[in-house]
């Protein structure tokens, strides 16, 4: 099992305030002089450890004297660490592209889209723009309504549509028939598996080998949270074509039977 504090270290905290996050996780409430007795953050480093923990969404404080710390369920601080380091993913990617200018030659290979609503956005427009048939994985259960959206978008490819996904949506295929295109072909075969409750469930579309576009569905406390959803379209063929390669590999081996190349 992974350090925790080279984990929390890498979701954006300090090492301190790591310490702090991991001993506050283990009790109810404490004051600033009981955790700074536990982890050696002395005054009047300690309120600076606390305050900074507050400001990323990972602890809470109550009104009153003296203050009572709380620590966030690590499955909501996790969750809003994610998306600030999302935030801070999409900023260096604009910045980035911009360094290229007006006129230059650079061009975007990276584009994200904030919410479903704009991810399923991109997926139509790229579903409908391009000849070439489409690859598309789920690994994990997906939502019954994502799903019926999904498949009416992939109806209108201009090309086949391969889509695996898990098994827990065998039922959930069989009840929205009448949504499939004829030139959908879609298996639920990868094996079921304990889902967490709040979680980040993926769809990985192919179009062709030259352009990929990543759907992350982000489910709270079991919901599908459309807010938190986005995607991530990647269209540099290299990158593409290492992570289909791998994707098919591994789809294959988890279905337990050979998944034909796109």
Do not use: C
Request: charged share 25%.
């Amino acid at each position: 099992m992974r350090d925790p504090i080279a984990v929390l270290r890498e979701l954006g905290l300090t090492a301190k305030e790591a310490r702090a996050y991991l001993e506050l996780v283990h009790e109810a409430s404490l004051t600033a002089s009981t955790l700074s007795a536990r982890i050696g953050d002395a005054y009047p480093g300690i309120y600076r450890t606390l305050d900074a923990l507050i400001a990323k969404g990972w602890v809470t404080a109550s009104e009153g004297r003296p203050r009572l710390f709380t620590s966030k369920p690590p499955a909501e601080a996790a969750a809003a660490a994610y998306r600030r380091v999302l935030a801070g993913a999409e900023s260096a990617a604009r910045d980035f592209l911009a360094l290229g200018g007006a006129g230059s030659a650079l061009s975007p290979e990276i584009q994200i889209g904030k919410g479903l609503g704009a991810a399923l956005d991109a997926i139509a427009a790229a579903v409908k723009s391009s000849p070439e048939n489409l690859f598309v994985v789920t690994p994990g259960r997906i939502d019954p309504d994502l799903l019926r959206r999904l498949l009416a978008a992939f109806s209108k490819a201009r090309g086949g549509v391969e889509w695996y996904l898990n098994a827990e949506n065998r039922g959930d295929l069989s009840a929205l028939q009448e949504v499939h295109g004829a030139n959908v072909r879609a298996l639920a075969v990868i094996p079921k598996a304990t889902l967490s409750p709040t979680r980040m469930e993926h769809t990985f579309l192919f179009v062709g080998r030259s352009r990929m576009i990543t759907l992350d569905a982000f489910y709270r406390s079991g919901d599908l949270d459309e807010t938190a959803s986005h995607s991530i379209q990647v269209s540099d063929a290299d990158v593409v074509r290492v992570q289909l390669e791998a994707l098919v590999e591994s789809t294959r081996v988890l279905a337990g039977r050979p998944i034909p190349r796109p």
